[in-house]
């Protein structure tokens, strides 16, 4: 079946710009997962929804930081006035439940010029 | 002390030998454990995961979980170069963050030909 898609795969904006990544789950899955990557460093933790709810939004580094999930499907994370040091890898994932095992989507990699 | 510890590495291996891939976490309440690959550039990917102490095996792969000692490790048999990949291991938390899953920062094996 259809794994979990991010979109886009690729973003180059500019500094003070804002930007939406996307992430769509797998059919079914009730808890999704945001996690931003820097180069060569392991997952930040960002935030994760179970169904539309978000009970931890702990992780978003600032409140330019936000996301939510429509229908219990689709996710946006919204960053507002972005700023150099928001250039990574963001990742998705969904999972069948919280605390269950997660899959991965293949990212999107946002660049701030 | 870091929730999810691992080895930073890089662990080298020779071709055909046994790689051994520790971690350590400190919530002795959690319940389930994760192993994930992330080959570079990629996303990261699902391995096993293993919820009971001792050993679960799949092919290559043997997880092994002692929660009495907070460890969980993963070893892979009989490695190939196309093993090497950073290891992530993720730890679902306890009672107080039951729905958290946790990343290790991930140890980079070098499978050497």
């Known amino acids: 079946g259809a794994g979990v898609s991010q979109s886009p795969s690729n973003k180059v904006t500019e500094k003070g710009k804002d930007v939406e990544l996307r992430c769509d789950p797998i059919s079914g899955h009730t808890a999704l997962y945001w996690y931003r990557q820097s180069l060569g460093q392991g997952l930040e933790f960002l935030i994760y929804f179970q169904g539309n709810s978000a009970p931890d939004k702990s992780g978003l580094p600032s409140d330019r930081f936000s996301a939510e999930r429509t229908g219990g499907s689709v996710s946006t994370l919204t960053i507002q006035r972005t700023q150099q040091e928001d250039s990574a890898v963001y990742l998705c994932?969904?999972?069948?439940?919280?605390?269950?095992?997660?899959?991965f989507g293949p990212g999107t990699r946002l660049t701030v010029t | 002390q870091k929730e999810v510890e691992q080895n930073s590495g890089p662990l080298s291996v020779p071709e055909g030998a046994i790689a051994s891939l520790n971690c350590t976490y400190s919530d002795r309440g959690s319940q389930s454990f994760f192993w994930y690959r992330q080959y570079s550039g990629k996303s990261p990917e699902l391995i096993m995961f293993?919820?009971?102490?001792g050993d679960k095996e799949d092919g290559r792969f043997t997880a092994q979980l002692n929660k009495a000692s907070q460890y969980v490790s993963l070893l892979i048999r009989d490695s190939q170069p196309s093993d090497s990949a950073t290891y992530l291991c993720?730890?679902?938390?306890?009672?107080?963050?039951?729905?958290?899953?946790?990343f290790g920062p991930g140890t980079s094996l070098s499978v050497i030909p």
């Open positions: 994932a969904s999972s069948p439940q919280t605390g269950r095992e997660q899959y």
């Open positions: 293993i919820y009971s102490n």
């Open positions: 993720a730890v679902r938390g306890g009672e107080t963050s039951y729905d958290k899953v946790i």
